[in-house]
């Protein structure tokens, strides 16, 4: 077996583009993903991307948009690491790097899927459970300041409508 690391996280650059759109379809088996990310960049909706580089190519990813309420809220949609990655830990370690982000920047940020996954990289099924959401609740998770469990609704970008 021979070991692999990324390289460290950072902000996507431009050009690293097509790689993302690559790697979305390949952990997603189609291209909903890719084009969620399109069309949240041109609606001006994306707060930030991250990807995990590896030998000039992006084995990791994660974006953040901008959630229309509760204001200054983030979403984090879609998270992907390549398939022959997976199960090694790397999605855990960049998704609990942002959830420590989330804490001390004092940012709250949601997130709908695997609560197990999502729970063992610090976001909290239980402080989302009285958000309220278009999406189910059982799947949703926070990760940000204090252990408050908000009751608030929740507004996403237009752009996840098309999922």
Known sequence: MTLR???FSR???RGDEPAVEDLLSRAFGGVAEAELI???RRG???AGEVVLPFQGGVVGYYALSQMKAPVGWLCLAPVAIAPDWQGSG???RLIGMLAEWARLSETYVVVLGQVPFYSRAGF???RAARL???YPVA???LAGPGEDAPELALIYPKAFKAL
Do not use: V, Y
């Open 11 to 13: 902000e996507m650059r």
């Open 139 to 141: 799947h949703t998770l």
């Open 132 to 134: 309220i959401s278009p």
């Open 38 to 40: 399109k069309t949240l």
């Open 44 to 46: 001006g909706d994306i």
């Open 5 to 7: 690391f990324p390289e």
């Open 90 to 92: 790397h999605g855990r």
């Open 124 to 126: 909290s099924a239980e």
